[in-house]
T-cell receptor
Framework: AQKVTQAQTEISVVEKEDVTLDCVYETRDTTYYLFWYKQPPSGELVFLIRRNSFDEQNEISGRYSWNFQKSTSSFNFTITASQVVDSAVYFCALSERIYNFNKFYFGSGTKLNVKP | SQTIHQWPATLVQPVGSPLSLECTVEGTSNPNLYWYRQAAGRGLQLLFYSVGIGQISSEVPQNLSASRPQDRQFILSSKKLLLSDSGFYLC????????????FGEGSRLTVL
């Protein structure tokens, strides 16, 4: 079974629209971490945010906001007033501790196309 | 500050040829190191991880191997490449604490012809 599911394969929006990228995860651990990464066309993955399982406060950073809900095992990412530079593939990830090692599970990614 | 660098950035190799991708991390000690592969248009697949020198764990059986000859050096190798080895390879590191995110290198794009 998939540990991290990003059901939206590709989304297209027009500039200035708001867009939400969905992420659903599965874990039996009580302590875990959730992440979002951005992969622009250059290919390198850029870290955006980390949340731990004990902190359900939503977070806002400029035009970006994240909604973490343990009750639904979701960690959704919203971009407000999207811009062309937001066009990229976005990955959601889950980290679990296994002995002395953190294993990271990535979703399949959501490709966001922002059109001018 | 910590940096991660991998090379080469692009590689075109014939089937059956060997492979060596190298990754180095600077500015940290005893990092956890990872190799991921991303097939075209798909997600990230964990190939190998390492918690210390000479300690390599493989996630999936495959035509590749990894080595960690030094604390901050992680190498991905193959003796004979297959067409299915084509993809985008990403090296990443993380500190040893439970918390913390992965930091990725620039990636190496491998095309096997």
């Amino acid at each position: 079974a998939q540990k991290v599911t990003q059901a939206q394969t590709e989304i297209s929006v027009v500039e200035k629209e708001d867009v939400t990228l969905d992420c659903v995860y599965e874990t039996r651990d009580t302590t875990y971490y959730l992440f979002w990464y951005k992969q622009p066309p250059s290919g390198e993955l850029v870290f955006l945010i980390r949340r731990n399982s004990f902190d359900e406060q939503n977070e806002i950073s400029g035009r970006y906001s994240w909604n973490f809900q343990k009750s639904t095992s979701s960690f959704n990412f919203t971009i407000t007033a999207s811009q062309v530079v937001d066009s990229a593939v976005y990955f959601c990830a889950l980290s679990e501790r296994i002995y002395n090692f953190n294993k990271f599970y990535f979703g399949s990614g959501t490709k966001l196309n922002v059109k001018p | 500050s910590q940096t991660i660098h991998q090379w080469p950035a692009t590689l075109v190799q014939p089937v059956g040829s060997p492979l060596s991708l190298e990754c180095t991390v600077e500015g940290t000690s005893n990092p956890n190191l990872y190799w991921y592969r991303q097939a075209a248009g798909r997600g990230l697949q964990l190939l190998f991880y390492s918690v210390g020198i000479g300690q390599i764990s493989s996630e999936v059986p495959q035509n590749l191997s990894a080595s960690r000859p030094q604390d901050r050096q992680f190498i991905l190798s193959s003796k004979k490449l297959l067409l299915s080895d084509s993809g985008f390879y990403l090296c990443a590191w993380k500190g040893i604490a439970n918390t913390g995110e992965l930091f990725f290198g620039e990636g190496s794009r491998l095309t096997v012809l």
